[in-house]
C-alpha cells in the first residue's frame, strides 16, 4: 500500500464502513436518534478502531516500508491522537518519533534511547524538540556536543501533539532546544563554577544590559563551557508554546496578546568575557557586548532592518 492509497484510506474509511452502520441503526425513528451523541460515539469507535487496525497491521507487517511512508501519514495518526483518546490507546504502539539524524522510534524505543542521557534531576526524561532543524542548527549542536537527541517536530499541528504528549507521557518533559542553553535545558545536580568573582559577574551584566537597551530583554550571567556562545537568546518554554497556540487560534488569546519576554544569557566563562572585562574603554567594552548580542539575535532571526544594518557595519569595522 503507498502513501497516497494509505492517506485516501484514512480519509475515505468512514464511508467504507457507511452501509454497514446504517444498517444496524435502520429502524431509528427520525434521524435525531441516527445522529445522537450515543450513535455519534460508536460511528468514531467504529472508524477509530479500523483506522488503527489497518495502521498496525501496516506497521507489523513491514516496519521499513511503514517508516517510509510514515512522513505521509505522520500528521493524520498526531491528529487522530490529539482528537480522540480511543485512537491515542492504539496508536501510541505504531505512531513514530523521528529524530534529526532521520532515525524513527515509537515511543517506548525512544523512551529506553533517551533516558540513560536525558533524565533531570527530578527523575524527569526530557525529550528535546527542534521546529525548524535549520533555523536552531546552533541550538541542535550544542544539545548534541552534550550527548542529547533532538526530534523533529514541524508539522502545523505538533505544537498541540507536543503538549499531548506531555501531558500523557508519565514523567516525561518536551522543551524546544533554543528554549534555554543546552547547560540548563535539562537540569542535572553538576554544575559548572565561574571564573568570575561576584564583582565582575555584577560589571558584566550592567555592560550588556547597557548594549540590549530593551525592557523586554533579562540578561543574566550565567556559567557555560567555555566552547559554548558567549551570548544566547532565549524565550521561556512555556511562554512560547502558549503563544504559538494562540496565533493558531488554540484558545490562548490572552498569552497571545502578552508582549514578547526574552531571557539573554551571558557565558561567563567564555573569554570573551575576560576579554570586555580587559579593555578600559567603555565605547570598546559596549561595542564588543553589542555585536556578541546581535549575533546572538541573527542566530535566531531576530535581527533586522536598522539594527541589521548597524551590525554590518560594525562587522566590517572590526575585520
Known amino acids: 500500500m503507498t502513501a497516497e492509497e494509505i492517506k485516501k484510506y484514512i480519509n475515505q474509511v468512514a464511508f467504507s464502513g457507511a452501509s454497514e452502520f446504517v444498517e444496524k ?3 431509528a425513528k427520525d434521524a435525531n436518534e441516527i445522529i445522537g451523541r450515543q450513535q455519534r460515539e460508536k460511528i468514531n469507535t467504529y472508524i477509530t478502531k479500523k483506522v488503527a487496525d489497518k495502521l498496525a497491521e501496516l506497521y507489523n507487517k513491514d516496519r521499513k516500508a511503514y517508516e517510509e511512508k510514515w512522513s505521509d501519514i505522520g500528521l493524520f495518526v498526531k491528529y487522530g491522537m490529539i482528537s480522540e483518546e480511543k485512537f491515542y490507546e492504539k496508536a501510541k504502539d505504531f505512531a513514530l518519533l523521528t529524530n534529526t539524524k532521520g532515525e524513527n522510534f515509537t515511543f ?11 533524565t533531570d534531576k ?3 526524561v526530557v525529550y528535546l524538540y527542534t521546529t525548524d532543524p535549520d533555523k536552531q542548527d546552533g541550538f541542535i549542536q550544542a544539545a548534541e556536543k552534550k550527548g542529547y537527541d533532538v526530534l523533529v517536530m514541524n508539522t502545523p499541528i505538533d505544537n498541540h501533539f507536543v503538549s499531548s504528549l506531555e501531558h500523557k507521557l508519565e514523567k516525561t518533559q518536551l522543551k524546544r532546544v533554543d528554549a534555554s542553553v543546552a547547560n540548563q535545558l535539562i537540569e542535572k545536580d553538576e554544575a559548572l563554577e565561574s571564573v568570575l568573582s561576584e564583582e565582575q559577574s555584577t560589571t558584566v551584566k550592567t555592560i550588556f544590559e547597557k548594549a540590549v537597551g530593551k525592557p523586554n530583554f533579562s540578561v543574566e550571567v550565567v556559567a557555560l563551557n567555555p566552547d559554548d556562545a558567549p551570548v544566547t537568546i532565549t524565550m521561556d ?3 512560547r508554546r502558549m503563544k504559538d497556540m494562540a496565533k493558531m487560534g488554540g484558545g490562548m ?11 539573554v544569557a551571558i557565558n561567563g566563562n ?7 572585562l580587559a579593555s ?9 557586548a553589542k555585536q556578541a548580542i546581535d549575533l546572538a539575535l541573527l542566530s535566531q532571526g531576530m535581527l533586522t532592518g536598522a539594527e541589521l544594518t548597524a551590525f554590518v557595519t560594525r562587522s566590517v569595522e572590526l575585520i
Do not use: C, R, W
Open 253 to 263: 488569546s490572552f498569552y497571545g496578546n502578552m508582549p514578547d519576554s526574552y531571557k
Open 237 to 239: 518554554e512555556f511562554m
Open 122 to 124: 527530578n527523575g524527569n
Open 25 to 27: 441503526f435502520k429502524d
Open 280 to 288: 578600559t574603554n567603555e565605547e570598546e567594552q559596549s561595542k564588543f
Open 108 to 118: 517506548e524505543e525512544y523512551k529506553e534511547k533517551v533516558a540513560p542521557v536525558q
Open 270 to 276: 567564555h573569554k570573551l568575557v575576560n576579554k570586555i
